[in-house]
């Protein structure tokens, strides 16, 4: 208690040039910035009530959609991501995309065939997100051995990155509507993989390349392509066990991996187009399929590892 008070004092007579050493003080919203690349890069970080250094939390990091930002990913008008970490008890980091916007609106991710700005002048958005996982790290109640990466779209396929290249630091990753379109990856050590994806996908299709909307990004890897890469890379039994079916939607899972809990998950709804299941489009109108919840899925799946 007086680790964490001293801490908000500190906060509080500091100000904005210590938000920028990426001290969390306490249970709330906390907002960070750090200069990498030559460029200023933001974060968020929620920490849920019943944060205590005597008692170390996981971690998620949750990867916002191309174009999107920080902030659009927080809202729980369209992801629910906040309510799930106080409700669960995990802190979630949520990352801004390489912008050239100052406040990191129209954001992408160098997921490497995608996305935008950040692919055409790759940017080191791995780098960027080790330094945050290095702040962390270093922090009282921050559990390092429980950190794991999830996102959306753009997002999904930085988090098949960073499973690339940083299988030591993420234990699994859940991608929604994003499938892997990495250029590289040899990971040293296996990664679970939760992929969830609509069949009806009209801008990243399932069976590969690009929407109408989506032609001049690039054309994207196919969802069975992304998972077959990933069971093999991972060691994995080649046939999956149906460990859930419920009308609109089913989950497929690959066991039999190689170290111990290592899973790779496939969860497929038939109906929600390019959307975060159990939630709601940022822009324009209409949701995601109400089959599944991917928050909660997400965090089932995370919290079993």
């Known amino acids: 208690m007086r680790l964490v008070l001293l801490l908000s004092l500190a906060w509080a007579w500091l100000g904005p040039s210590h938000a920028a050493e990426g001290t ?3 249970p709330g919203d906390h907002s960070f910035s750090i200069e990498h690349g030559g460029k200023t890069r933001l974060y ?9 250094a005597d008692k170390p939390m996981p971690v998620v990091f949750a990867l916002h959609g191309g174009g999107g930002s920080m902030d659009i990913q927080a809202d729980d008008r369209f992801y629910g991501q906040i309510a799930k970490a106080d409700a669960a008890g995990y802190v979630v980091v949520f990352p801004n995309g ?15 065939n995608c996305c935008g700005l950040a692919r055409d002048e790759n940017a080191d958005d791995v780098g960027f997100i080790r330094e945050i996982v290095g702040r962390l790290s270093a922090q009282p109640g921050i559990d390092p051995k429980r950190f794991y990466a999830s996102g959306m779209s753009n997002g999904a396929m930085m988090s098949y990155r960073l499973a690339c290249e940083m299988p ?14 990495t250029r590289n990856c040899q990971p040293a050590s296996p990664v679970s993989v939760l992929h969830i994806h609509a069949r009806d996908d009209e801008l990243e299709l399932f069976d590969g390349g690009a929407g ?8 994207f890897v196919s969802v069975p392509e992304s998972i077959s890469k990933w069971v093999q890379l991972n060691g994995c039994q080649r046939t ?12 497929e899972a690959y066991t039999g991996c190689r170290g111990q809990g290592t899973e790779v998950k496939l969860c497929v709804t038939e109906t929600g187009g390019h959307s975060w299941p159990g939630g709601a489009k940022p ?3 209409g949701r995601g399929s109400a089959a599944i919840s991917a928050t909660d899925l997400i965090w089932d799946f995370f919290r079993a590892r």
């Open 168 to 181: 030591e630091t993420f234990r699994a990753i859940a991608a929604v509507a994003g499938t892997d379109n």
């Open 212 to 219: 109408r909307k989506s032609r001049a990004v690039t054309s």
């Open 283 to 285: 822009r324009g109108r």
């Open 98 to 112: 390489y912008s050239r916007f100052r406040g990191g609106r129209l954001a992408t991710w160098n997921a490497g």
């Open 24 to 26: 969390i003080s306490g």
């Open 44 to 52: 968020r970080v929620h920490v849920p009530p019943g944060f205590s």
């Open 240 to 251: 999956p066990e149906r460990v859930f079916e419920a009308p609109g939607a089913y989950c």
